[in-house]
């Protein structure tokens, strides 16, 4: 059973996150922040884990705080479950279209993080979601989850369907990477260690 459960309080946040792997893409979302809420259930839906998110943040101030410290419990929920990571494949790519916009993720769950993130969006807010707390998220989710992550836009204009198509990537490509070959043994690497 590969679960992990984080819960991580600060004078900002109040946050408690599950996430179950090898789920079937079930999600209970409660950010305070709609767009965001959206964004993690198509993570959930298209990445196959089930995952609960309850959060209260300082919104008052803005959604930064919530949504990085929300990338960083998700990411180490990622990590708990992640167990020995053995026989995982380590890899996964995902390329996504939503209408006018083709989107690409990459990942390595190699234990060395790192954030490429090449994504330019038109429009700095959503409702109340500000868009370049995306790459906050994202940097956050792959510092705290032992992940090499690469996102990149390769074509679009509309704001809603580039971070769609983002997120959507991100739930299939790390869904490929946690999958279990059989034909591995131990962790897939030279090293011995991921």
Same mark, same amino acid.
């Given at each position: 059973?590969?679960?992990?459960?984080?819960?991580?309080?600060?004078?900002?946040? !109040?946050?408690?996150?599950?996430?179950?792997?090898?789920?079937?893409?079930?999600?209970?979302?409660?950010?305070? $922040?709609?767009?965001?809420?959206?964004?993690?259930?198509?993570?959930?839906?298209?990445?196959?884990?089930?995952?609960?998110?309850?959060?209260?943040? !300082?919104? =008052?101030?803005?959604?930064?705080?919530?949504?990085?410290? $929300?990338?960083?419990?998700?990411?180490?929920?990622?990590?708990?479950?992640?167990?020995?990571?053995?026989?995982?494949?380590?890899?996964?790519?995902?390329?996504?279209?939503?209408?006018?916009?083709?989107?690409?993720?990459?990942?390595?769950?190699?234990?060395?993080? =790192?954030? =490429?993130?090449?994504?330019?969006?038109?429009?700095?807010?959503?409702?109340?979601?500000?868009?370049?707390?995306?790459?906050?998220?994202?940097?956050?989710? @792959?510092?705290?989850?032992?992940?090499?992550?690469?996102?990149?836009?390769?074509?679009?204009?509309?704001?809603?369907?580039?971070?769609?198509?983002?997120?959507?990537?991100?739930?299939? @490509?790390?869904?490929? @990477?946690?999958? $279990?070959?059989?034909?591995?043994?131990?962790?897939?690497?030279?090293?011995?260690?991921?």
């Amino acid at each position: 059973m590969r679960k992990g459960e984080i819960v991580r309080k600060t004078g900002e946040t !109040d946050i408690c996150v599950s996430m179950d792997i090898d789920g079937r893409g079930n999600s209970t979302i409660d950010t305070g $922040i709609g767009f965001f809420d959206h964004m993690l259930t198509l993570f959930s839906k298209h990445g196959l884990f089930d995952i609960s998110v309850k959060a209260k943040g !300082d919104l =008052y101030v803005d959604t930064h705080h919530t949504i990085e410290d $929300i990338g960083i419990t998700i990411g180490q929920a990622f990590l708990k479950a992640l167990g020995d990571k053995k026989s995982i494949k380590r890899y996964g790519v995902s390329t996504v279209p939503m209408d006018e916009t083709l989107a690409r993720v990459a990942v390595d769950i190699s234990g060395r993080p =790192y954030l =490429y993130y090449d994504v330019e969006l038109n429009m700095p807010l959503l409702g109340g979601f500000e868009t370049e707390t995306v790459e906050e998220f994202f940097r956050a989710f @792959a510092f705290n989850g032992g992940i090499t992550l690469h996102v990149e836009l390769l074509h679009g204009k509309n704001t809603h369907h580039i971070i769609e198509a983002v997120f959507k990537a991100f739930g299939r @490509a790390l869904d490929d @990477a946690t999958r $279990i070959d059989d034909r591995t043994c131990g962790v897939p690497s030279t090293k011995g260690l991921l």
